[in-house]
């Protein structure tokens, strides 16, 4: 049996592989069916689908590469909480890439016996555009 931390790691693992590859749906289908995604400069929202079409609309942006480190993680019975580290590259249509560096907290539940991203939230560490 794996442990919460394994499973944590080949779910983030899977997220990177689906940004690379473009695959919105095998990103959104690694959180819960409720899931809530808190994206930056955006609303919150809710349920598996409006995960789906976020991760699609940063994938239509140029989001093409995401590394994710786990700070710290948690476990509370059926439910953990993960801290982290990312560094996400942009490359949109036209100039250069774009590396962004932040931090997360995702709220991770047991679903169907998986370990699922059940609550999503992330920011960048970098000044704001032009300070």
């Given at each position: 049996?794996?442990?919460?931390?394994?499973?944590?790691?080949?779910?983030?693992?899977?997220?990177?592989?689906?940004?690379?590859?473009?695959?919105?749906?095998?990103?959104?289908?690694?959180?819960?069916?409720?899931?809530?995604?808190?994206?930056?400069?955006?609303?919150?929202?809710?349920?598996r689908?409006?995960?789906?079409?976020?991760?699609?609309?940063?994938?239509?942006?140029?989001?093409?590469?995401?590394?994710?480190?786990?700070?710290?993680?948690?476990e509370?019975?059926?439910?953990?909480?993960?801290?982290?580290?990312?560094?996400?590259t942009?490359?949109?249509?036209?100039?250069?890439?774009?590396?962004?560096?932040?931090?997360?907290?995702?709220?991770?539940?047991?679903?169907?016996?998986?370990?699922?991203?059940?609550?999503?939230?992330?920011?960048?560490?970098?000044?704001?555009?032009?300070?």
């Open positions: 049996m794996s442990s919460l931390r394994e499973e944590v790691d080949k779910a983030n693992k899977a997220l990177a592989t689906g940004l690379a590859e473009g695959n919105a749906e095998a990103m959104a289908a690694l959180y819960t069916d409720n899931a809530i995604i808190m994206p930056p400069h955006a609303d919150l929202m809710q349920s689908a409006a995960v789906q079409q976020c991760w699609q609309g940063a994938l239509d942006m140029g989001c093409e590469q995401v590394t994710l480190d786990t700070v710290e993680l948690l509370y019975g059926d439910c953990a909480v993960e801290i982290g580290q990312y560094v996400l942009i490359r949109p249509a036209e100039g250069e890439p774009i590396v962004d560096k932040g931090k997360y907290l995702v709220t991770w539940k047991q679903e169907d016996g998986t370990w699922k991203l059940d609550r999503d939230i992330w920011n960048t560490s970098l000044p704001p555009a032009g300070s």
